[in-house]
C-alpha cells in the first residue's frame, strides 16, 4: 500500500527536496545516482525505456491514473509515497501540477564510439547551460530520425528535471552520452567517418540548402552556447561550417529552433 506523508522534512522522501535549487540538484543528483521524472507521460517513457524507480511521490487523487504502475513498481519493492499538496509543494518548492514525481536510477553511460557505431545522423551539444534548449533539441532529434545526441563536459544535465520535462521523456528515446576531451573528440569523429558540421555565424560558412542537397553519410551536427555560439577552436576543428539563411535583418535563431531547422533539412527520410 502507497505509505502517506505528512511530513514534508521525511527523510524517506529527500530525494524531492528542493527541487527548485538548481545548483543542488546539479551537485545531488549526479552523485546520488539518481534524476527526477515528472508527470504520468515522462514516468511511464522512463519505465518503458528500462529505467529503474527507486521511489514514486503523487497527489492521492493520481493513484488510480497510475494504478497500473503503482502496482508494477510495490511488486519490485519500490515505495510509493502519496501526500497532501501542501505537504508536497513545501517539500519540493513548487506546487505539483502534474500530480506525480517518481526518483530515478540514473542509466550508466556508454562509450561514445558504443553509441555511434550504427548512428548515420547525430546532433553535438557544445556548453549549452539551459535546460529548456538541451530538453528542446531532444525533442526533435527524436521527432525528425536523429540516431543520437553527444553533450559535451560543461553542457547541461539531459536528465535534469526540466529537460526531461520539456523533451517530454524524448531523453530516454534518444540515445545519448557525454563526450570528453572537446573539441578534441571533433578529430576522432572525423577519423571514423564522421563529416562535422559547425552551425556558426562565419566567413567561410556554407548555405544550409547546399549542405541538404549534398549531405554526407555520416553526419554530427554540432550547435553551441546560448549567446557565444560555438568556442573557435570547435569550428576550427569541422570539416564544415553551415548558416541558416535568414531574411528580416535577423543573423540568428534561439539554439533549440536552429538545431530543428537543421536536423530537419538534413535527417535521412524514405
Given at each position: 500500500?502507497?505509505?502517506?506523508?505528512?511530513?514534508?522534512?521525511?527523510?524517506?522522501?529527500?530525494?524531492?527536496?528542493?527541487?527548485?535549487?538548481?545548483?543542488?540538484?546539479?551537485?545531488?543528483?549526479?552523485?546520488?545516482?539518481?534524476?527526477?521524472?515528472?508527470?504520468?507521460?515522462?514516468?511511464?517513457?522512463?519505465?518503458?525505456?528500462?529505467?529503474?524507480?527507486?521511489?514514486?511521490?503523487?497527489?492521492?487523487?493520481?493513484?488510480?491514473?497510475?494504478?497500473?504502475?503503482?502496482?508494477?513498481?510495490?511488486?519490485?519493492?519500490?515505495?510509493?509515497?502519496?501526500?497532501?499538496?501542501?505537504?508536497?509543494?513545501?517539500?519540493?518548492?513548487?506546487?505539483?501540477?502534474?500530480?506525480?514525481?517518481?526518483?530515478?536510477?540514473?542509466?550508466?553511460?556508454?562509450?561514445?564510439?558504443?553509441?555511434?557505431?550504427?548512428?548515420?545522423?547525430?546532433?553535438v551539444l557544445e556548453d549549452i547551460v539551459d535546460?529548456?534548449?538541451?530538453?528542446?533539441?531532444?525533442r526533435s532529434a527524436a521527432a525528425l530520425g536523429?540516431?543520437?545526441?553527444?553533450?559535451?563536459?560543461?553542457?547541461?544535465?539531459?536528465?535534469?528535471?526540466?529537460?526531461?520535462?520539456?523533451?517530454?521523456?524524448?531523453?530516454?528515446?534518444?540515445?545519448?552520452?557525454?563526450?570528453?576531451?572537446?573539441?578534441?573528440?571533433?578529430?576522432?569523429?572525423?577519423?571514423?567517418?564522421?563529416?562535422?558540421?559547425?552551425?556558426?555565424?562565419?566567413?567561410?560558412?556554407?548555405?544550409?540548402?547546399?549542405?541538404?542537397t549534398r549531405a554526407p553519410e555520416r553526419l554530427?551536427?554540432?550547435?553551441?552556447?546560448?549567446?557565444?555560439?560555438?568556442?573557435?577552436?570547435?569550428?576550427?576543428?569541422?570539416?564544415?561550417?553551415?548558416?541558416?539563411?535568414?531574411?528580416?535583418?535577423?543573423?540568428?535563431?534561439?539554439?533549440?529552433?536552429?538545431?530543428?531547422?537543421?536536423?530537419?533539412?538534413?535527417?535521412?527520410?524514405?
Amino acid at each position: 500500500m502507497p505509505i502517506t506523508i505528512d511530513d514534508p522534512t521525511d527523510e524517506r522522501v529527500r530525494d524531492y527536496f528542493a527541487l527548485t535549487d538548481v545548483a543542488l540538484r546539479r551537485m545531488l543528483e549526479p552523485r546520488e545516482g539518481l534524476y527526477l521524472a515528472e508527470s504520468e507521460k515522462v514516468i511511464r517513457r522512463a519505465l518503458a525505456a528500462g529505467h529503474r524507480p527507486r521511489s514514486l511521490l503523487m497527489g492521492e487523487r493520481w493513484l488510480s491514473d497510475l494504478a497500473d504502475v503503482v502496482e508494477q513498481v510495490e511488486a519490485d519493492g519500490v515505495p510509493v509515497y502519496v501526500a497532501e499538496a501542501s505537504v508536497i509543494e513545501a517539500m519540493t518548492g513548487f506546487h505539483l501540477h502534474r500530480g506525480a514525481l517518481a526518483s530515478m536510477h540514473r542509466p550508466m553511460l556508454v562509450p561514445p564510439a558504443d553509441l555511434l557505431r550504427d548512428a548515420r545522423r547525430v546532433v553535438v551539444l557544445e556548453d549549452i547551460v539551459d535546460h529548456t534548449n538541451v530538453g528542446a533539441v531532444f525533442r526533435s532529434a527524436a521527432a525528425l530520425g536523429y540516431d543520437a545526441v553527444l553533450v559535451t563536459p560543461r553542457c547541461a544535465d539531459p536528465l535534469y528535471r526540466r529537460a526531461v520535462r520539456v523533451s517530454m521523456g524524448t531523453v530516454f528515446q534518444v540515445p545519448w552520452t557525454r563526450v570528453d576531451p572537446w573539441p578534441g573528440s571533433v578529430a576522432e569523429l572525423r577519423e571514423h567517418g564522421w563529416t562535422v558540421a559547425a552551425l556558426a555565424l562565419d566567413d567561410r560558412s556554407i548555405s544550409l540548402r547546399e549542405l541538404e542537397t549534398r549531405a554526407p553519410e555520416r553526419l554530427a551536427l554540432v550547435l553551441g552556447a546560448e549567446g557565444d555560439g560555438l568556442s573557435q577552436r570547435t569550428v576550427a576543428a569541422c570539416d564544415l561550417v553551415v548558416r541558416i539563411p535568414m531574411a528580416g535583418g535577423v543573423d540568428s535563431l534561439n539554439v533549440a529552433a536552429a538545431s530543428a531547422v537543421a536536423m530537419w533539412a538534413t535527417a535521412e527520410r524514405p
